[in-house]
């Protein structure tokens, strides 16, 4: 019994390890790849190119930077599979320069009936979106967190980073390791579950 209980606390540790590991942003997520100056490999952009500067939350020299002040300003990642009642964690590291005003927004978007073409990007029935609005950092860099979870029938999902409702952010914006992972018990309970499957075919 005791070797039993001792096998679990190992294997739970693997998973959690692996949990730390998962992130399901498809591409680029910490803008690592790419030159400076140009558009981010990997997501959908208006405006938006990769820049010297990154966040405390990962080692690196780059981030997404983003000016305001026009309707077509935003940045948006490609579409990420999801499970219908999964709670869902995202991450990111962002600052603000000291001359802007307003908000910008982020959008944790779900999609229903979902297809993703091979570009990344997600059709289907709109069910819902997590809105959060970015304060102003005045030049330091900050870390993001939020949950959002949705249920519906073969779900979709994908971030974007805008001006506010209103239009009237005006400024700069630096975005830098973005995360999407499922919370850890979810992430646990399927990691043990697939090692005691394959243990049973051996």
């Known amino acids: 019994m005791k070797i039993k209980i001792l096998t679990l606390a190992v294997l739970f540790g693997c998973v959690c390890v692996g949990f730390a590991a998962f992130n399901m942003i498809p591409e680029n997520p910490d803008f690592e790849d790419g030159n400076v100056g140009d558009f981010p490999t990997g997501w959908f952009q208006n405006g938006t190119v990769i820049t010297s500067d990154n966040g405390p939350s990962e080692p690196g020299s780059k981030s997404a930077f983003m000016a305001g002040g026009s309707e077509t300003y935003g940045l948006r990642s490609k579409g990420f599979e999801v499970t219908s009642g999964e709670t869902y964690t995202l991450t990111f590291d962002y600052k603000t320069a000291n001359s802007t005003s307003g908000n910008p927004q982020l ?96």
Not at 135 to 152: K, Q, Y
Not at 182 to 200: D, N, S, W
């Open 107 to 202: 959008r944790f978007i779900f999609i229903e009936n979902a297809t993703i073409d091979t570009n990344g990007n997600v059709s289907g029935d709109f069910i819902g979106e997590s809105q959060s609005t970015l304060t102003v950092t005045n030049n330091e860099w900050d870390t993001f967190s939020i949950t959002a979870s949705d249920t519906g029938t073969q779900l979709a999902s994908y971030l974007r980073f805008t001006k506010n409702t209103f239009g009237s952010f005006d400024g700069e914006v630096w975005i830098d390791n973005v995360s999407v992972v499922p919370e850890p018990a979810t992430m646990a309970l399927i990691g043990i579950g697939g090692l005691f499957i394959r243990r049973k075919k051996v």
